[in-house]
């Protein structure tokens, strides 16, 4: 079981902490949640504790409303675009030059129909710029826009004292300068900025090592390595191993980071459906019944790719039940806790601490910096051996730069504080605020009658808005209201699922989560987006079959 | 009072379909060209129904008065 730094004290609370949660648990559980397993015998086995995840489905006239929508906006798109082919209207898009007008064309599939068509009419509410550091409040610079998004043109103004409900900033740890950061100061001043150097040649510094040390306590496992790009974490060291031979099997809904590493790697690639145990049995089985596809031969490797916490939808993968099929099945298992390391667990280590599991069951326990540390980067950890192989063989290793000393520094500067090494227990009590905040929100929302998708632990929330004009209409309302949230509509979610996705941050406090709860009502019943019925979720989980047996 | 009310729920409901329909996101032009497209429709279809529904009714009603009589006459 997790075992955090402190003392008795800590330990007391903890359990507190524990009961409390369960008991809230299972007076949701009567909702419209999924109980997957029931609570039995007083002992704290990782069994007893109930997933409450849901996924309602829309009600049928939002979907229709949604593709009507959606048809309207590919009409006139398909308008403007013959109007600009016939040179009525002037092109600001990226065309061909005159010379290539008879190749094969290069902006004319669906993608670029659409970025063309849909986007750029609603681009104001992306790529907003931000003058401040992204805390709780933020400033946002004011941007105009004089021919419906092409361009834009600062008016010089700036939005100060936005409600930040988009920032990955899960413990609040990117903030402004203060006392607390006088060590990355001195670590400036002795290091500089740049390391200008590889790992293999002359940039590991002894930060890194002391990163790398106090990230393998941290998680309690053998060794850990950093490097210095979260994104590059995942694509630089999945070939580095697996390759051809071998088979990758990776949930449906991973992140590009992963997807990338996959196919980089060379190995066979099969997907199973998001979070879902009988799917990825299914692959097991046909996996090691039949090997490879031609000769038949048994697969080097099979190795498992999944998320702690998945960005886009707020659940929590079932790790229980795939550490039980990984034994079954001598698979490996590449756990990607990006949003979920500091996040989730009672003391902030993760989706392991959060089902009570040992670390060492996952073979490759990889993370980032960015979302909970207030930094930048990556590491990798699990066994020495493993983590050993990797400082030879990773790409990045060899090839990119490794890790800025302050950057470093604040890294270790974060992690002592949560480990309670600094002496306060200030880091614990973030943990428990962000988890208090979340609880807090996700049950408000549910109460209002909104759609939120995910694990009721998952500070990561989608509120679903299904139209794109409501997309379009709820970002800029929020923005007037000094509300910064984050929309999200079609190549990163499904066609007619956008949705609006809020971080809950330790540094929220309760009247900022109250002010945004409140807009949130108002803008709710203006623009009609309460559609929840607490139906059961229309995802099949076949947790009443007891036997998978599959007839051929 | 309560007229400026009725005018509220009115602009609120025009709001929502425009959100719905995306007319929102589309420029003036565009949007004055789309409403035109839809009101003709509209107009041609509760002309259609107004000239037509009538007479269809009495047609189908004879129709059936046909067919009921007739089988009443044979059962007798």
Known sequence: ?552 | MDLRRVKEYFSWLYYQYQIISCCAVLEPWERSMFNTILLTIIAMVVYTAYVFIPIHIRLAWEFFSKICGYHSTISN
Not at chain 1, 74 to 84: C, K, Q, S, V
Not at chain 1, 393 to 410: R, W
Request: aromatic share 10%; net charge positive.
């Open chain 1, 1 to 552: 079981m997790a075992n955090p730094g402190g003392g008795t004290v800590c330990n007391g609370k903890l359990h507190n902490h524990k009961k409390q949660s369960n008991g809230l648990q299972s007076r949701n559980c009567t909702k419209n949640g999924i109980v997957k397993e029931a609570q039995q015998n007083g002992r704290t086995h990782f069994y007893d504790k109930l997933i409450v995840e849901s996924f309602e489905e829309a009600p049928l006239h939002v979907m229709v409303f949604t593709y009507m929508g959606y048809g309207i906006g590919t009409l006139f798109g398909y308008l403007r675009d013959f109007m600009r082919n016939w040179g009525i209207e002037k092109c600001n898009a990226a065309v061909e030059r005159k010379e290539q007008r008879d190749f094969v064309p290069l902006y004319q599939d669906f993608e670029n129909f659409y970025t063309r068509n849909l986007y750029m009419r609603i681009r104001d509410n992306w790529n907003r710029p931000i003058c401040s550091a992204p805390g709780a409040l933020f400033d946002v610079m004011e941007r105009v826009s004089d021919d419906y998004n092409w361009t834009f043109r600062f008016t010089g103004r700036v939005i100060k004292d936005v409600i930040n409900m988009g920032s990955y900033n899960f413990l609040g740890l990117a903030a402004k300068y203060d006392e607390s950061m006088r060590t990355i100061k001195d670590v400036l001043e002795v290091y500089g900025t740049g390391v200008a150097s590889t790992r293999h040649e002359m940039g590991t510094l002894d930060k890194h090592k002391e990163l790398e040390d106090l990230v393998a306590k941290f998680l309690n496992v053998e060794a850990a390595m950093v490097f210095g790009m979260g994104f590059a974490t995942n694509s630089m060291n999945i070939p580095a191993l697996v390759g051809k031979g071998c088979l990758i099997l990776s949930d449906e809904l991973n992140h590009t980071s992963l997807v990338l590493g996959a196919r980089l790697s060379g190995a066979t690639i099969r997907i199973f459906k998001h979070n879902n145990t009988q799917s990825l049995e299914k692959l097991l089985r046909d996996a090691v019944i039949y090997g490879q596809p031609r000769t038949r031969r048994a697969w080097k490797k099979i190795l498992i790719l999944v998320e702690g916490v998945y960005s886009m939808e707020g659940s929590i993968v079932h790790l229980p039940q795939i550490i039980a099929l990984k034994k079954k099945y001598k698979a490996y298992l590449y756990i990607d806790e990006a949003h979920s390391i500091g996040a989730v667990g009672p003391t902030g280590r993760g989706v392991t601490e959060f089902f009570g599991l040992d670390p060492h069951e996952v073979d490759v326990l990889m993370g980032t910096f960015t979302k909970s540390f207030g930094a930048a980067g990556g590491y990798i950890a699990g066994r020495k051996d493993l983590v050993d192989y990797l400082r030879v063989h990773s790409h990045s290793a060899v090839y990119a730069s490794s890790m800025s000393p302050p950057i470093a520094e604040q890294i270790i500067r974060s992690l002592k504080h949560l480990m309670g090494m600094d002496g306060t227990t200030q880091g614990l009590q973030r943990v428990r605020q962000l988890a208090k905040n979340t609880r807090y929100f996700r049950q408000r929302l549910q109460e209002m009658g909104f759609i939120i998708y995910g694990n009721e632990n998952s500070p990561v929330v989608p509120l679903l808005l299904y139209m794109p004009g409501k997309v379009a209409a709820f970002a800029r309302h929020m923005l007037e209201k000094k509300i910064g949230v984050v929309v999200v509509g079609f190549p990163a979610t499904p066609l007619a699922e956008a949705r609006a996705r809020f971080c809950v941050s330790a540094a929220h406090t309760r009247e900022m989560l109250d002010t945004v709860l409140e807009a949130l009502d108002e803008m709710g019943d203006l623009l009609q987006l309460k559609y929840s019925r607490h139906k059961k979720s229309a995802r099949p989980e076949l947790y009443d079959e007891t036997s998978f047996e599959l007839e051929d």
